[in-house]
């Protein structure tokens, strides 16, 4: 959430409700709507809000033109004991990839190790929800994720779109009552959604977010999105595009996401795009390791341990702190917890509108 900007915070139980509510308008059954909005208000939890409840309208609108569907199920392409590909028919991401994690969970419970390639699924929010999952069940997970016909990132050295902005993931248990270590992020510089947030003035983007067609590097909104003055933020009418994050090695992890996640998977690469952009998929590659298969009895308290001990480098700043991957999101999840949600007013006003075409109350 950008500092600063005036926000209407909502209760986690009211927006959960409101969202399901709002699903089930647009024809989820009700186990899939509830679903939809527990996985969405999860990332809101996490302070990921760019791959929270914002997404409502766009998933709405998708489930209208029929770009995503409800009520669809993983069909099993190929598997073995400890394999699977799995084809997510563009159903909703939620309902796809916790199938193909459980999935991968099973398997890898049996047998020690499975690798899930998941391919056309609808959109599958924050990575971290699906590691967290397979970290509920004691596993370690990775996962390379890419955005079939999404291409709007450019890779290091050249200027033309051509990744998605392809999410890395990995999960290792936590021991109770301490969080998961959990590394989850784009490997673009900054996620789309920041980008959105920016163009309605929110927080501006970090220098060099973004590139011209010229090379120019840029942190205005215009470069991906053409004019603004539409109201509509269409990364099809933008020029340019984001940029990757450090240099040629996160543009080198972006490239093996589409590899992985694009070509291994069979769900097809962010591009080229040919005739119109419409809704996105994503593949989605994972690993899940069960620490007690591989003799690692200890595992996760030896994790833990070297992790309190990198906590207690001095800090570079007077009063900083290192923090470990995952830590933020905890923390952020306890305060969103207790406090509810702060969203951006522009966000509540679009999901509000959308609430209304489906004739869905918002909370009292
Ligand atoms: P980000 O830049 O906020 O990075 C988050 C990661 O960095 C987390 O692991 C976090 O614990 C860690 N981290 C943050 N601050 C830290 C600090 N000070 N010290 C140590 N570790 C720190 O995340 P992002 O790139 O904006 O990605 C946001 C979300 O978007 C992710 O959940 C990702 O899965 C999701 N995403 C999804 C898709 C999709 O197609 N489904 C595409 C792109 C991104």
Redesign the pocket.
Request: proline share 8%; charged share 15%; glycine share 12%.
């Given at each position: 959430m950008a500092a600063g900007l005036p926000t209407h915070v909502v209760a986690v139980d009211e927006l959960r409700s409101l969202i399901g509510r709002m699903f089930a308008a647009a024809g989820c059954v009700t186990e899939e709507a509830e679903r939809v909005a527990r996985f969405l208000v999860s990332?809101n939890l996490?302070g990921?809000d760019?791959?929270g409840v914002i997404r409502v309208p766009r998933y709405i609108e998708w489930l209208g033109e029929g770009l995503v569907f409800a009520g669809k199920s993983i069909s099993v392409v190929t598997e073995t004991s400890t394999h699977a590909v799995v084809d997510g028919n563009v159903g909703l991401g939620q309902t796809i990839a916790m199938q193909a994690v459980d999935l991968g969970i099973g398997k890898a419970k049996a047998a020690g190790m499975a690798v899930i390639a998941l391919r056309n699924s609808g959109?599958?929010?924050?990575?971290?929800d699906w590691a967290e999952r397979a970290g509920d069940a004691g596993l370690v997970s990775i996962h390379f994720?890419n955005?079939a016909k999404s291409e709007i990132v450019a890779p290091f050295g050249g200027v033309d779109r051509r990744f998605?902005?392809?999410?890395v993931?990995i999960g290792i248990p936590g021991e109770a009552g301490k969080p998961m270590l959990?590394?989850?992020?784009?490997t673009?510089m900054?996620?789309e959604g920041?980008v959105l947030v920016a163009s309605n003035g929110g927080k501006p983007l970090p220098a060099g977010a973004l590139i011209g067609p010229d090379g120019s590097l840029s942190t205005d909104p215009v470069t991906l999105y053409g004019p603004l003055e539409s109201g509509q933020r269409n990364p099809g009418n933008g020029t340019g595009a984001l940029r990757t994050f450090g240099d040629h090695k996160g543009s080198g992890l972006a490239f093996m996401c589409e590899i992985l996640a694009g070509c291994f998977t069979g769900g097809g690469t962010a591009g080229p795009i040919v005739g119109k952009r419409g809704g996105i998929t994503?593949g989605m590659l994972s690993f899940y390791m069960d620490p007690s298969h591989f003799g690692s009895q200890h595992f996760v308290r030896e994790a833990r341990a070297y992790a309190d001990y990198v906590k207690e480098a001095r800090p570079a700043d007077p009063g900083g702190e290192?923090?470990?991957?995952?830590?933020?999101?905890a923390r952020t999840r306890a305060i969103r917890l207790r406090d509810g949600i702060p969203l951006q007013i522009d966000t509540w006003a679009a999901i509000m509108r959308t609430a209304a075409t489906l004739k869905v109350a918002g909370p009292a």
């Open positions: 990332a996490a990921h760019s791959h959109h599958i929010g924050r990575i971290g994720v955005v998605g902005t392809n999410p993931c959990l590394l989850d992020f784009a673009s900054v996620a920041k994503n290192v923090l470990l991957p995952g830590e933020p999101e």
